[in-house]
């Protein structure tokens, strides 16, 4: 094993904190490979990728990753289901227009799903907008609203009511704003968030309640 690169990114040390060694992880939207040769190098985890830019994908490569060229917003009909154990979707679900449609999707290939996005209902972006009357530029949110890749904008709140209307189970939940963790009224004091999610046991499909695990409880 390697020495963990202590200048890792804060979303990337919990999410590979949270991945089991020799786990199967495929990640959607996986960039240049970060994460993923990380989990492979450190953790012997089995991993996959699908990315859509070009350049990123030379980068895997370079890596020596496995990684497929392709939109995840086509859904994942390729792969049966549970073939992975975690499907991981970190800052790609703001991105796509059938956010929905890609959770379940996430679900159905893998026995969890790790989601993580920037809180659109964080302090510094609800002053900016309040005072500023412009839509808000914060660190989890650098572009201005005419170059910005996003297409949807939520906060911890919003995400924390779609997995009760889906009936996800949020087994984890952790908060960040930079280096730091947050665990008191992260709707207003995180930056971003990362979710542990899972379909309740004896369940096929979404629908049902949801079982919320460890978080923070408090939000504004």
Same mark, same amino acid.
């Given at each position: ?49 699908i990315e859509l830019d070009e350049k990123a994908i030379y980068e895997c490569v370079k890596k020596g990753l496995s990684v497929f060229q392709g939109d995840i917003e086509t859904g994942l009909a390729e792969y049966p289901d549970r073939c992975f154990d ?19 999707? $996430?679900?159905?290939? !893998?026995?969890? &799903? =790790?989601?993580?996005? @920037? *809180?659109?209902?964080?302090?510094? #972006?609800?002053?900016? /907008? ?43 939940? $952790?908060?960040?704003? !930079?280096?730091? &963790? =947050?665990?008191?009224? @992260? *709707?207003?004091?995180?930056?971003? #968030?990362?979710?542990? /999610? ?23």
């Open positions: 094993m390697e020495t963990i690169d202590k200048d890792i990114r804060p979303d990337h040390r919990v999410i590979f904190d949270w991945i089991d060694p020799g786990a199967r992880v495929l990640d959607l939207g996986c960039g240049d490979g970060e994460l993923i040769d990380l989990l492979s190098r450190q953790k012997d985890a089995h991993v996959q990728g975690y499907v991981i979707l970190n800052q790609s679900l703001q991105e796509v227009r059938k956010a929905s449609f890609l959770l379940r999707e $996430a679900l159905r290939v !893998g026995e969890r &799903a =790790i989601v993580g996005f @920037p *809180n659109f209902a964080h302090i510094g #972006a609800r002053v900016s /907008l309040f005072f500023g009357g412009r839509a808000p530029m914060t660190p989890s949110l650098p572009y201005r609203w005419y170059d910005t890749p996003n297409v949807r904008f939520l906060s911890i709140g919003d995400f924390r009511g779609v997995c009760a209307e889906m009936g996800f189970a949020v087994e984890k939940a $952790a908060f960040l704003n !930079g280096q730091k &963790a =947050i665990t008191f009224w @992260p *709707n207003l004091r995180a930056l971003s #968030a990362i979710f542990l /999610l899972s379909l309740p046991d004896g369940r096929a499909h979404a629908g049902e309640r949801t079982a919320e695990g460890p978080g923070t409880k408090s939000e504004r």
